[in-house]
């Protein structure tokens, strides 16, 4: 079988253990290029797993590992050299001041990487001031926020005033989901948009990005 | 008396209101202070009933506990739930070094208990107890992506770590029972995170452990759409379903055999805490209309409410779930 749907089906497949020697054949016996092991094989590999969570042939677990095998893949790839993975713009992902529950911001997380996106990960109980200084060192053209909690949702309108404040020059785009925020929330705070899931969340991202949304 | 014999026991509705750390704006207290004083916890569980006139009594909702008394490091909010900052239980070698709370002896779990049996010995109202789920408590030890994860890497330690988290609900939820808890809810919110398989192997059974040794009216809440485990949560051994509300309960009920209540499923952010009492009410009279002709429904939120929910919205939802049969029929929608 070809080498890079091999590596594509392990990343669906959720084999772990194989991908490395499958990457290292690509490289060292079939000589395929970095980049194209990486978009036809790894890439395809969780696009296929996502497709399979949408249509719930895959639950939140598998989807969990299928990213666990693609970042593992990717690493060894790395060490080969410079990939250039047409990743497509950076976003920063964080919880709130004051909250800590994570799984939601997780799975963007997982979702936002199969897709190409690089992401930063800043974790739960973030400040605004430690959101924003990360997101202009990065040059992050994203920040999603995520809040389960009410007492804790009014950060993320902190955090959009504060950026707006700040008259950047690239200023990043703030959407924002959670347990404790409606579309309704979101537009309150003018937050730049509201994802419901994760699979949305993505969306979101490219429909940003491509202009398509304002 | 069954809990359904109770909800049918006057010609009216009947409302159960648990609604999260509302009450703490009530008393000016934080919450770390009602937690750790049973008097405390008495006079907000009495400033609730006097405000919110309801069918129910509660004790300020504590889903921490367990966390907290297994010495994982919690973030804590003056008014609002505390939560879990670090996941320490990360394989079997760990666990291992965690023993399974004593509710009489360990942590605050005793204070805890107290402050049930006073509010039970004080206020004539069946006393409600919300207690999180061994399957939620794992994801906390464990950490939601570690956890989720391991139930295919890792399968055993999985086990293990809901064998102890479940003895460890089953434990303190038998000891809220003695303590005067007339109806005990167990929440399971994180497996919403499962599909159909996996929550009838991993969960059923856990649950049905714990509930077995309840003398008590008993129910599962679950958060989000558990429309593809419906049918799995009624084989557990419960009398009460409360379920979300992104639920269309004129369908849900459909699938609710008459001996189960099914409860919720007012909205606690889009209609209680967003909109005016006019609004609420009339919401509250549509969802009760639909719901007139099944004697085993019972108005409740659908999740805990917004701590800064106005007390206005809330007394305006309950205010109308409390009212006469005839009223109802007579609303006209």
New interface residues.
């Given amino acids: 079988m070809d080498i890079i749907k091999q590596v594509s089906d392990c990343i669906k497949n ?1 084999n772990e253990e194989a991908i490395e020697k499958l990457i290292k054949e690509a490289i060292d016996i079939e000589n395929i290029d970095l980049d194209e092991i990486y978009a036809k094989g790894l890439r395809h590999g969780m696009e296929r797993a996502i497709a399979a969570y949408d249509n ?1 042939e895959y ?4 989807l ?2 299928c990213a ?1 095998t693609l970042n593992k893949g990717v690493k060894l790839l790395n060490s080969f050299g410079n990939l250039d993975n047409g990743s497509k713009e950076k976003v920063l992902l964080a919880v709130v001041e ?6 939601g911001k ?1 799975i963007v997380k997982i979702m936002l990487e199969a897709s190409g996106y690089n992401v930063i990960d800043l974790g ?2 973030i400040s605004t001031e430690e959101i924003i200084y990360t997101a202009q060192i990065e040059n992050a053209s994203i920040i999603g926020l995520s809040s389960m ?4 949702r009014s950060q993320m309108k902190k955090v959009i005033d504060t950026i707006n404040s700040k008259n950047l020059k690239k200023r990043p785009y703030v959407i924002v989901g959670g ?2 925020i ?1 579309e ?2 979101s537009k309150t705070i003018k937050a730049d948009g509201y994802a419901s899931n994760a699979l949305y969340a993505v969306k979101l991202v490219e429909m940003l990005l491509k202009g398509e949304k304002r | 008396m069954t809990l359904l014999e109770y909800i049918n026991s006057e010609k009216r509705g009947f409302f159960l209101s648990d609604m999260g750390t509302n009450g703490l704006f009530l008393t000016g207290y934080k919450a770390q202070e009602v937690y750790n004083d049973p008097y405390k916890q008495l006079e907000l569980a009495q400033k609730m009933n006097e405000t919110f006139e309801t069918d129910f009594i509660y004790s300020l909702c504590d889903g921490a506990i367990f966390c907290e008394t297994l010495g994982l490091d919690l973030l804590k909010p003056d008014y609002d739930f505390p939560s879990v900052l670090n996941h320490p239980i990360t394989d079997i070698e760990i666990l291992k070094t965690y023993k399974i709370p004593n509710p009489y002896e360990s942590g605050r779990m005793p204070v805890n208990l107290k402050s049930l049996r006073l509010i039970a010995d004080n206020i004539d109202k069946p006393l409600f107890v919300s207690i999180q789920g061994p399957f939620t408590l794992a994801v906390q030890l464990a950490g939601a992506t570690h956890l989720l994860r391991n139930i295919i890497r890792n399968p055993e330690y999985v086990r293990k770590l809901l064998e102890f988290t479940t003895e460890t609900v089953r434990r303190y939820a038998v000891a809220v029972n003695k303590s005067g808890a007339k109806y005990i809810s167990i929440a399971e919110p994180a497996t919403v995170t499962l599909g159909h398989e996996r929550f009838e192997k991993i969960i059923v059974s856990n649950l049905n452990k714990i509930y077995k040794d309840l003398n008590c009216w008993k129910a599962l809440h679950i958060c989000g759409d558990t429309s593809e485990f419906l049918d799995l949560m009624l084989t557990c051994n419960i009398n009460a379903l409360s379920l979300d509300q992104i639920m269309d309960y004129g369908e849900v009920m459909k699938r609710i055999p008459e001996n189960i209540v099914l409860l919720g499923n007012l909205d606690p952010l889009e209609l209680l805490y967003n909109l005016t009492p006019e609004k609420i009410k009339a919401e509250t009279k549509k969802l009760l209309k639909k719901m007139k002709k099944y004697d085993n429904y019972l108005c409740a939120f659908g999740c805990n409410c917004m701590n800064d929910t106005p007390v206005k919205n809330l007394q305006a939802a309950i205010e109308t779930g409390r009212m006469l049969d005839e009223e109802i029929e007579n609303y006209g929608c």
Avoid: A, L, R
């Fill in positions: 959720m719930k639950d939140i677990p598998e969990i590992v666990d004051g909250d800590t529950h994570e799984i997780n739960v109980n909690m009410t007492t804790t347990g404790s409606t309704n929330y």
